[in-house]
């Protein structure tokens, strides 16, 4: 009966930590992003929210024709921002700023993407996400 109860056990652990772990790879992954794919965007800071699970930056970019346009960039979590120095205060409405991107593959959110490097006009530039890691491809294709 023990023997039954300990099998049972390990079990029910067992399953919870793969459920878990898809879990997690799920959240963090890259995959729905087109991470070969890089998209240079200057614009205008519309929103930054420095925190969990991740930051988000809301661009206004302004085309060539003078539509102005809002991106929705992922960026990585609050404690791997502060690690690399940014806080809640890096950013503030009506900064400008470079990023390079890459976009979503769904085409229905056609203005949406993950931040790869940022540099905005006062301050250092940050590489969130160096090539050959988090998803990025060593070289550009």
Not at 74 to 102: F, H, K, N, T
Request: aromatic share 6%.
């Amino acid at each position: 009966m023990k023997a039954r109860a300990l099998l049972d056990l390990s079990v029910r652990l067992g399953l919870g930590a793969l459920l878990c772990a898809e879990t997690a790879l799920a959240h963090h992954g890259t995959s729905e992003y087109l991470m070969s794919r890089e998209i240079a965007l200057t614009g205008t800071v519309n929103a930054w929210t420095f925190q969990n699970p991740h930051s988000w930056l809301w661009l206004a970019v302004t085309d060539p024709s003078g539509e102005v346009t809002e991106w929705s960039i992922e960026s990585a979590p609050p404690g791997y921002m502060a690690r690399q120095g940014w806080s809640a205060e890096s950013l503030e409405p009506g900064d400008e700023v470079r990023v390079l991107i890459s976009p979503l593959r769904d085409e229905n959110e056609p203005n949406r993407g993950i931040l790869l490097e940022i540099d905005p006009a006062e301050g250092d530039a940050l590489i969130v996400r160096p090539r050959g890691r988090f998803g990025r491809p060593a070289a550009q294709e």
